[in-house]
């Protein structure tokens, strides 16, 4: 197929001190040539049926919110990962439980940032379209911490950026001037809410992406909305009841590939290829979900049968214990505070789960005891080691 036709425009444009570069305004949406539906076809069909029994999950977990809870959490450390912090799951819980986490602040503040924005964009979706403002509003979130605050948090940028190099003039790509940006955001939006359009939710997924990130139109955190936008997008088409679709494990690990498609699209026009690359991600993202979701439901029944099993099951041991599955790491202040329970019967309760195995005290002090739900946690934070520097 030709694809040059899908091509964007280069513009000429001048930095300060005279040199000139070539930023990239890319073609409208959807690809014009269409696209090869009939080479994109059997992973659809794949990637429909794995996220098919990743929302039948959804329904036979014991409390779908739980679930959602820590993967989303799970989400914006790997999102973030991406991007260069060394903030792991653990650093999240220890920081939400005012405890100190094992890397910089920045770090740590920056993934929570991520949480209240992914939040925030899922609920203001079940009543407010998917739009520039609503973009504009999930990014101020986003971007609402000491590093971002000078990053014209919650604003599209009115100055050119660039991703690679020192300069625009030896940058691997070059976005839109600032003059084109509003022109390019406009098109952008009208893909969104086009019905004359009939492509498969999954297919606009991988298309808007790909679209946002070239436009890249905040001076930073292009990356993590990007990836925010493609769960928002199957919320709003109503291919899950519940957003349990996150790629960034997959895109993390794939992540000089996933870049390289970015690039590719770009330079070739070549929009099949990288959807081929999105679907097999869904495909592979949602059977490790619906299996991390299996093997939560195995554990927690495996847990009370365990404390049945021992003959001390009290109500406070399986209250302490429901709240331990919404946050797997939790200070004996919170329990105390969350369960409506003594001190001495959370500190008791917690002494009974720790002597049969299903919880680990971290900090062996003697005040201020930090617990988790060990093998819970384990679960969840499969893939969500920090990346080498």
């Given at each position: 197929m030709q694809t040059k036709e899908r091509l964007g425009q280069y513009?000429?444009?001048?930095?300060?001190?005279?040199?000139?570069?070539?930023?990239?305004?890319?073609?409208?949406?959807?690809?014009?040539?269409?696209?090869?539906?009939?080479?994109?076809?059997?992973?659809?069909?794949?990637?429909?049926?794995?996220?098919?029994r990743l929302d039948g999950m959804s329904m036979v977990l014991p409390d779908p919110s739980l679930f959602l809870y820590m993967y989303v959490r799970k989400e914006a450390v790997l999102s973030s990962q991406i991007e260069?912090?060394?903030?792991?799951?653990?650093?999240?819980?220890?920081?939400?439980?005012?405890?100190?986490?094992?890397?910089?602040?920045?770090?740590?503040t920056e993934v929570s940032c991520y949480v209240a924005a992914m939040n925030d964009g899922l609920s203001r979706l079940k009543d407010f379209p998917l739009s520039l403002r609503?973009?504009?509003?999930?990014?101020?979130?986003l971007m609402n911490n000491s590093r971002g605050s000078h990053k014209r948090p919650g604003e599209f940028r009115t100055s050119q950026n660039w991703i690679g190099g020192s300069r625009p003039g030896n940058a691997r790509f070059v976005p839109p001037p600032p003059e084109r940006l509003m022109e390019t955001l406009d098109l952008f939006e009208k893909f969104l809410h086009d019905d004359s359009v009939k492509l498969p939710a999954l297919i606009k997924a991988a298309l808007v992406h790909v679209q946002f990130e070239t436009?890249?139109?905040?001076?930073d955190g292009n990356g993590r909305l990007g990836r925010l936008l493609i769960t928002f997008i199957l919320c709003v088409e109503g291919?899950?009841?519940?957003?349990?679709?996150?790629?960034?494990?997959?895109?993390?690990?794939?992540?000089?590939?996933?870049?390289?498609?970015?690039?590719?699209?770009?330079?070739?026009?070549?929009?099949?290829?990288?959807?081929?690359?999105?679907?097999?991600?869904?495909?592979?993202?949602?059977?490790?979900?619906?299996?991390?979701?299996?093997?939560?439901?195995?554990?927690?029944?495996?847990?009370?049968?365990?404390?049945?099993?021992?003959?001390?099951?009290?109500?406070?041991?399986?209250?302490?214990?429901?709240?331990?599955?919404?946050?797997?790491?939790?200070?004996?202040?919170?329990?105390?505070?969350?369960?409506?329970?003594?001190?001495?019967?959370?500190?008791?309760?917690?002494?009974?789960?720790?002597?049969?195995?299903?919880?680990?005290?971290?900090?062996?002090?003697?005040?201020?005891?930090?617990?988790?739900?060990?093998?819970?946690?384990?679960?969840?934070?499969?893939?969500?080691?920090?990346?080498?520097?």
């Open positions: 513009v000429k444009c001048s930095a300060v001190g005279g040199e000139h570069y070539s930023a990239y305004v890319p073609q409208k949406l959807p690809p014009n040539p269409p696209l090869n539906m009939e080479e994109l076809y059997p992973l659809l069909d794949q990637a429909s049926a794995a996220l098919g260069g912090t060394q903030s792991s799951l653990s650093d999240l819980l220890l920081f939400e439980s005012d405890a100190v986490p094992g890397v910089p602040m920045g770090d740590v609503l973009l504009r509003d999930i990014h101020a979130k436009i890249h139109p905040f001076l291919v899950l009841k519940e957003p349990l679709l996150y790629l960034s494990l997959y895109l993390k690990a794939n992540r000089q590939i996933y870049y390289d498609h970015l690039q590719s699209v770009r330079e070739t026009g070549d929009w099949e290829s990288w959807i081929k690359f999105f679907l097999t991600g869904v495909i592979e993202t949602a059977n490790q979900a619906t299996e991390t979701a299996q093997a939560v439901i195995k554990l927690f029944s495996k847990d009370q049968e365990t404390i049945s099993a021992s003959g001390k099951s009290t109500a406070a041991i399986r209250t302490i214990l429901a709240y331990l599955q919404r946050h797997p790491m939790a200070n004996t202040t919170a329990m105390k505070d969350a369960c409506g329970v003594s001190l001495p019967t959370v500190l008791r309760s917690l002494q009974t789960l720790e002597s049969i195995g299903i919880v680990h005290e971290t900090t062996g002090k003697e005040r201020h005891k930090l617990f988790i739900y060990k093998d819970y946690l384990a679960l969840l934070s499969q893939g969500t080691e920090p990346l080498s520097r």
